[in-house]
């Protein structure tokens, strides 16, 4: 008698030790999946976060500074203003510009003129040391200053007059990073000079 009990007792141990092991592996299994499902997301967030990362760097790196805005009078300082000059210059740490993608926005109260380059403005170095810039490949890398100079018959700007006293808007908008918004207002007189300086 004695030794049959102790042969049942053996036999429920087995049966809890069977249990156990596949409530044991279950778990496993489950933890597996879980990971599973845990390292597909992580990988997919990290392409996201790299993603959105790039994207907010290039945005932050790409801007470009105004230096100064002049207007051209002509030979014959006419009463309005022929030409806008404008010097522009990459700002520190900034990527590579390409004019070409950069629109030039001339606006008053009345008119409004979303300029091209090559079509409606054109572009000079002032300072290129690496002698990178030229009119096929307008692209501003750090260190240069260039000239945009936008002449108001060439590009078409004929309904706004850049007389004494007039007040307009000045908006250079990239392909990344912000656009540069000025608020320009003519001196009361030219006097006798060709050029104004109407910014800073």
Request: net charge neutral; charged share 20%.
């Amino acid at each position: 008698m004695k030794a049959n009990r102790k042969c049942l007792n053996h036999n429920d141990s087995g049966d809890v030790g069977v249990g156990t092991l596949i409530i044991f592996i279950s778990m496993v299994l489950v933890a597996a999946v879980a990971a599973a499902v845990l390292i597909y997301t992580t990988g997919a967030l990290q392409q996201k976060a790299t993603k959105t990362s790039k994207e907010a760097t290039q945005q932050i790196s790409s801007n470009m500074i105004v230096e100064k805005v002049m207007g051209d009078r002509g030979l014959g300082l006419n009463a309005t203003l022929d030409t806008l000059l404008i010097r522009i210059k990459p700002d520190v740490g900034t990527t590579s510009i390409d004019l070409r993608q950069v629109i030039v926005t001339v606006m008053d109260k009345d008119y409004r003129y979303d300029l091209n380059y090559a079509t409606n403005y054109s572009a000079v170095a002032v300072r290129d040391e690496d002698l990178s810039f030229n009119a096929s490949t307008p692209v501003l890398n750090s260190g240069d200053l260039v000239e945009l100079q936008i002449n108001n018959s060439v590009s078409g700007m004929g309904s706004i007059s850049l007389q004494p006293r007039k007040t307009f808007w000045l908006s250079l908008n990239q392909e990344t990073g912000q656009a540069v918004n000025l608020e320009i207002t003519t001196p009361n007189s030219y006097g006798v000079y060709r050029y104004i300086q109407l910014y800073p």
